[in-house]
């Protein structure tokens, strides 16, 4: 299933989204909030530095979010340098353009990874934090961030590693199976399904990338406590339509059971995280 088709004479995306890429309603509120400092906010700072800051500079973000990773890049960046962010789903656009103010740097817009509006050789850099796993045909948008790129240009992406490694994704995953046995939420699925670092290096050179480097990035992170995690991994994800579509038991209450074992697992005011994802340099 393609995620966007986009209209070249006209500029203008029309979008379809599958539940499992859909972040819509309150969603980017509580992902913001709930999850942004814990999960998103240490990568958006390594992502930053890997991104070049001269003057001129022009750079892509694609799959930006609620706009974690945009701060970011923009607090090292001069004032003649611009970002354009995108993202395929209008909520997150637009919590992310309140949530970081007017800024002349930046430019914000719909776009799918997969069919970039934009021309060939037009950017210096393109990055794209935690997107890559939502998208359909992973070759097809690295092909396209190679295509935007100008020649020696800088993209750089992340993915999380496995459950093994995150084991918030396993704690809620598991728990969530265990309310809908019969029918489960395979959210996340998506985000920790495409942990196979050398796969991520296989297509990156297949999309015609050269000097591709992998990188395991940790970090330990804190969460306040195991209810605010816990309603963030529960609200801030699509996991959150399931449960409203299912319609068997509250929010609250698998909220309650994913805090349960998060204190359990990993303790309390504060819950302690360990991180682990990959994150993959390559150049035009």
């Known amino acids: 299933m393609r995620l966007s088709d986009f209209d070249h004479s006209r500029g203008s995306v029309a979008m379809t989204l599958p539940q499992h890429a859909s972040f819509t309603g309150s969603i980017p509120a509580f ?5 942004g400092p814990v999960l998103f906010e240490p990568y958006a700072r390594d ?22 990773a945009t701060r970011r890049i923009l607090e090292r960046l001069p004032a003649k340098a611009s970002v354009v962010a995108t ?3 209008p ?16 430019e914000w817009r719909a776009a799918d990874a997969q069919q970039l509006p934009f021309p060939d050789a037009s950017f210096d850099a393109v990055a794209m934090q935690f997107g890559i796993m939502f998208v359909p045909d992973k070759p097809l948008a690295l092909r ?9 240009g800088r993209f750089v992406f992340s993915a999380w590693d496995s459950f093994d490694r995150n084991s918030f994704g396993r704690i809620t995953h598991d728990v969530v199976r265990s309310v809908f046995p019969e029918d489960p939420p395979t959210f996340y699925l998506t985000p920790f399904g495409d942990h196979d670092r050398a796969e991520h290096e296989k297509r990156a050179r297949a999309a015609g990338f050269g000097d591709v480097k992998t990188e395991g990035v940790g970090f330990e992170s804190m969460s306040e406590s195991a209810e605010h995690f816990a309603m963030g991994l529960v609200r801030g994800n699509p996991v959150a339509l399931a449960i409203t579509d299912r319609g068997t038991v509250t929010h609250e209450e698998v909220e309650k059971r994913v805090a349960e074992v ?3 697992e990993l303790g309390d005011r504060p819950v302690r995280a360990s991180l ?7 150049t035009a």
């Open 31 to 35: 992902y913001d909030r709930h999850l």
């Open 47 to 68: 992502l930053a530095r890997r991104m070049p800051t001269q003057d001129g500079v022009r750079i892509l973000e694609t799959a930006c979010g609620t706009g974690t």
């Open 87 to 89: 993202d395929l789903n």
């Open 91 to 106: 909520g997150m656009l637009d919590h992310a353009r309140a949530s970081l103010g007017k800024d002349a740097r930046v």
């Open 144 to 152: 396209e961030a190679r295509r935007v790129l100008k020649p020696g």
């Open 262 to 264: 998060l204190r359990r």
């Open 276 to 282: 682990h994802a990959w994150v993959v340099t390559a």
